[in-house]
């Protein structure tokens, strides 16, 4: 077949496969393969697998970990407790032993600043909000005449924002001294939901907000109305 014959051919093929094709799909243009040497040689876009909606691959690509989707171009939804279920607060423990230095906690791979090992609850409050990772939390000490430090102490952290069943956070002790360390258990296993939109409105993923069903609002992450962005707050 002559050059211009092989190109009406190809011509021919890539007009049949219009078909296949719905306005949806589009972003997937960039995936059609071509290989002269098949008798097929335009070959239909193959949607991405699920495990490649990553949100790590997301950021890898330059995007935060916000965006999702196949080429990352699509935003995620805030994600909230249904007010309809009963559901517990993750609250986890830490148990240190030290009379000087500090430590720090590592929570969905980002690092706290550092806390010193006679730092106050508030403070250990304080520098755990601060971190992207983490929203809310409250800081108890078993028993508040001594510090978070003390051997027959335990500090127990309540996650008030962050729902589900959460990983544990990781003690880095390097700076401590005079004690055995640290030790972080969980506590109380959460059971809210981490639903999309709280269960209760459709997410819009090119603006990255939920668009709440009749009836509904945004919460502040403990049932009643604010900025979070759910849909879990019953109007």
């Known amino acids: 077949m002559s050059g211009l014959g092989e190109i009406a051919a190809h011509f021919v093929r890539a007009r049949a496969l ?3 094709f719905r ?9 059609v393969s071509y290989d002269p040497s098949s008798p097929f040689p335009l ?11 990553h949100k790590s691959e997301c950021a890898y690509a330059g995007q935060t970990s916000s965006w999702t989707g196949h080429d990352c171009s699509l935003r995620t939804c805030p994600t909230g407790d249904d007010p309809y279920t009963d559901g517990a607060d993750e609250q986890q423990s830490v148990n240190c032993s030290a009379t000087a230095g500090t430590y720090s906690l590592s929570f969905r791979d980002e690092m706290s600043g550092d806390i010193a090992w006679d730092a106050t609850a508030a403070t250990i409050a304080t520098t755990l909000q601060v971190m992207s990772t983490i929203g809310n939390v409250t800081v108890e000490f078993f ?3 001594l510090g978070g430090c003390a051997a027959e102490n335990t500090v127990y952290v309540t996650f008030k924002s962050d729902m589900g069943d959460l990983p544990t956070m990781v003690p880095s002790t390097a700076s401590l001294t005079g004690g055995t360390g640290i030790i ?6 959460g ?14 993923p090119e603006e990255g907000v939920c668009e709440c069903f009749d009836g509904y609002s945004s919460t502040n992450g403990y049932g009643v109305g604010g900025d979070r962005g759910d849909c879990g707050a019953v109007a």
């Open 18 to 20: 219009r078909p296949l």
């Open 23 to 31: 306005s949806s799909d589009r972003p997937f243009l960039t995936l």
């Open 43 to 53: 070959a239909p876009p193959r949607r991405p697998s699920p495990s490649s909606y």
């Open 143 to 145: 028993d508040s005449l």
């Open 184 to 189: 972080v258990s969980e506590v109380v296993k």
């Open 191 to 204: 059971s809210k939901e981490n639903l999309e939109c709280g269960g209760l409105g459709m997410c819009n």
